[in-house]
């Protein structure tokens, strides 16, 4: 089961952070968790991916929960231009197929 | 680097028309995918290929889809014939390991 569990929709205020959850209670000890997120009327793009460790690069940063059943996207400052929907996708190191679910729409409040 | 570059962007045609759907992947990648989207489905894979073979075509709608990659700079993927369902917005990425880079997509509507 490549399913993952994300909440519909949140909202933040612009310059604040936001923490979007993802549940992946079934992952095995070889998936990564890769994050991506698709603006407005574009393809979906990279943000960031992880095994166990947090990882952070210059988009935001991923805290992976010491189980592994959970992980966390963090942006540090909303900013307008971070409106989008946002899917956090398990991938198995047996292939690289990847399978969105519904994702996060994350509205950023001026 | 361009991106993957997809064409058209853009494509209204009426049913039982084929349409083929092209894409050029990043250079230097060795797989390819093609999703579709839709309001109902969300982002779905149809076929992914490696070093220019299908690998997993699971995703296929039915036999009125097709997909070729016939060098590692080229894939299309042609409906015929088309049905007003296949209405959605078609994307395309590259990789060379793990991070997909996808192209801006087809939007395509069949009347």
């Known amino acids: 089961d490549a399913k993952t569990t994300q909440p519909n929709s949140m909202e933040s205020n612009e310059e604040e952070p936001v923490h979007l959850p993802c549940n992946h209670s079934t992952i095995s000890g070889t998936d990564y968790i890769h994050w991506y997120r698709q603006l407005p009327s574009q393809g979906p793009e990279y943000v960031i991916h992880?095994?166990?460790s947090n990882v952070n690069n210059r988009m935001a940063s991923l805290a992976i929960a010491e189980d592994r059943k959970s992980s966390t996207l963090i942006l540090h400052r909303a900013t307008l231009r971070d409106a989008a929907v946002y899917y956090c996708i398990r991938l198995r190191d047996t292939g690289n197929q990847f399978y969105f679910g519904t994702g996060t729409s994350l509205t950023v409040i001026p | 680097d361009a991106g993957v570059i997809q064409s058209p962007r853009h494509e209204v045609t009426e049913m039982g028309q084929e349409v083929t759907l092209r894409c050029k992947p990043i250079?230097?990648?060795?797989?390819l995918f093609w999703y579709r989207q839709t309001m109902m489905r969300g982002l779905e894979l149809l076929i992914y290929f490696n070093n220019n073979v299908p690998i997993d075509d699971s995703g296929m709608p039915e036999d009125r889809f097709s997909a070729k990659m016939p060098n590692a700079s080229f894939s299309t993927l042609k409906i015929q014939p088309s049905e007003p369902r296949d209405s959605a917005v078609y994307f395309c990425?590259?990789?060379?390991?793990?991070?997909?880079?996808f192209g801006p997509g087809t939007r395509l509507t069949v009347l």
């Open positions: 250079s230097g990648h060795n797989s």
């Open positions: 992880g095994l166990t």
């Open positions: 990425a590259s990789s060379l390991l793990d991070t997909q880079y």
